[in-house]
C-alpha cells in the first residue's frame, strides 16, 4: 500500500501543502474546523510524517531529546511528567532516555539523536559527567546551533538555559524549621556529596545552624554512597548509637527513612523527640509510617518551565536572548515526621 504523504492530504482537502503542515503541527494559524477535518483525516488513514524528509527541508522534526539521568527518582519522574504535558499541548514529540548516571551513555545519547533526529535537548547531567567535568559533547551541541535546556544538575560553564530550584535557601528554612520546633541536635545525611546540589544543600544545612547559634557537630553530616541504600540502616545505627540526635534532614527519601526507622529502634518516638525531613516529595515519603515531612522541588513546575523555554525558542517565539536561569522555589509540604509549631 503506497504511504500516505502531505502532498495527498493537500489534495484531497483542496489545499496548500503548507496548510496541511500547519494544521497537523496544531498552528494557531489554521482554523480548528480545518485542523480537525485534516487531523481527522491523517489518522483515520495512517498518515506518518517522514522525519529525515522533515530534517532535510525545513531542519525541523518537531521532536524534543530528553535525558534523564536516573528514572527510578521520583523527583526525575516528575520532571518528565512535566515536559511531556507541555510537548504533547504545543505539537512536539519526545524521544526519552536514561543515562544511568554514564558519562559515556550520555555522549552516545547525544550523538544519536543529534543526527537530524530531535531539534533540541532537555537534560539533567550523569553524576559521571559532572565528576569527570567535561561538557565538551554539550558545548559541540550548542556551537551547531542545537539548543539545549538543563534541569537540576547543570553544569555553570556552559552557556545555555536553566532550570534549577533553590536547594541552599530551601535547606536554610528547613534547619529554622526544625529549630522552631525543638530540634537542636540535627543531623544531615547525603547521598549525592559529590555533586553539586548536594553541597549546596549541605551548605544550606551549616548556614541554618550558623543563624541559630548552633554549633556544627562534623559526625552529625553523613556522606553515604547511593548504591548502598541495603545497608543504611546498618551504617546509621553505630552514628546513632555514638551521637546525640533528636532531627534529619536527608537528601534523598530513602536514607530519610532509614533514619526513621533506627531512631524508633532506639526508642524514639516520631515526631514527639524526633523529626525526619527530606527532600523530593515522593511516593516513599507518603506512604513512610508516620508518614514524612519533605522538601517539595516542584518536579512537574521544573519540567513544565524547561519545556516552554525551548519550545518557545525553536517555534521562535522569542527573539533570541541571552541564556536564562529559572530558579523554582521549594517549599516544606508538612505530614507527621514533624512537630506542629506550638500555637
Not at 496548500?16 to 480537525?36: D, F, G, M
Request: hydrophobic share 40%.
Amino acid at each position: 500500500m503506497k504511504r500516505l504523504t502531505i502532498k495527498d492530504i493537500a489534495k484531497e482537502f483542496n489545499v496548500s501543502i503548507s496548510t496541511v503542515s500547519k494544521a497537523l503541527n496544531n498552528s494557531y494559524e489554521i482554523s480548528i474546523s480545518t485542523k480537525e477535518k485534516i487531523q481527522k483525516f491523517a489518522k483515520e488513514n495512517n498518515y506518518k510524517p517522514n522525519f529525515n524528509a522533515l530534517s532535510l527541508k525545513n531542519r525541523q522534526t518537531k521532536t524534543i531529546g530528553i535525558i534523564i539521568p536516573n528514572m527510578l527518582n521520583y523527583f526525575f519522574a516528575q520532571v518528565f511528567k512535566g515536559i511531556e504535558k507541555v510537548a504533547n499541548d504545543r505539537g512536539y514529540k519526545i524521544i526519552s532516555c536514561i543515562s544511568n548516571e554514564s558519562y559515556t551513555k550520555e555522549v552516545e545519547t547525544i550523538e544519536m539523536l543529534s543526527n537530524g533526529i530531535i531539534d533540541g535537548f532537555i537534560l539533567s547531567l550523569a553524576e559521571e559527567t559532572i565528576l569527570k567535568n567535561d561538557f565538551s559533547h554539550l558545548q559541540e551541541m550548542i556551537n551547531n546551533d542545537t539548543p539545549i535546556v538543563m534541569f537540576d544538575r547543570v553544569a555553570d560553564d556552559i552557556d545555555c538555559d536553566k532550570v534549577i530550584t533553590d536547594d541552599f535557601i530551601g535547606t536554610v528554612n528547613t534547619v529554622n524549621h526544625l529549630v522552631k520546633t525543638g530540634s537542636k541536635n540535627i543531623a544531615f545525611i547525603s547521598t549525592i556529596s559529590k555533586l553539586k546540589i548536594g553541597e549546596k544543600r549541605k551548605h544550606g544545612y551549616l548556614k541554618g545552624l550558623e543563624e541559630n547559634n548552633i554549633t556544627v557537630n562534623r559526625n552529625l553530616i553523613i556522606d553515604i554512597l547511593e548504591d548502598d541504600y541495603k545497608e543504611y540502616e546498618n551504617i546509621l545505627t553505630p552514628i546513632f548509637d555514638n551521637n546525640t540526635i533528636d532531627a534529619v534532614i536527608a537528601t534523598d527519601e530513602s536514607s530519610a527513612i532509614a533514619a526513621m526507622k533506627v531512631a524508633i529502634k532506639k526508642g524514639f518516638k516520631v515526631p514527639q523527640n524526633f523529626s525526619v525531613i527530606s527532600f523530593s516529595n515522593g511516593i516513599l515519603a507518603r506512604h513512610s509510617s508516620p508518614k514524612m515531612t519533605t522538601v517539595s522541588q516542584h518536579g512537574e513546575i521544573m519540567g513544565a518551565t524547561a519545556a516552554e523555554i525551548l519550545i518557545d525558542k525553536l517555534d521562535k517565539k522569542i527573539t533570541p536572548e541571552k541564556p536564562k536561569t529559572v530558579v523554582i522555589k521549594t517549599n516544606l509540604v508538612e505530614r507527621n515526621s514533624t512537630k506542629k509549631f506550638a500555637l
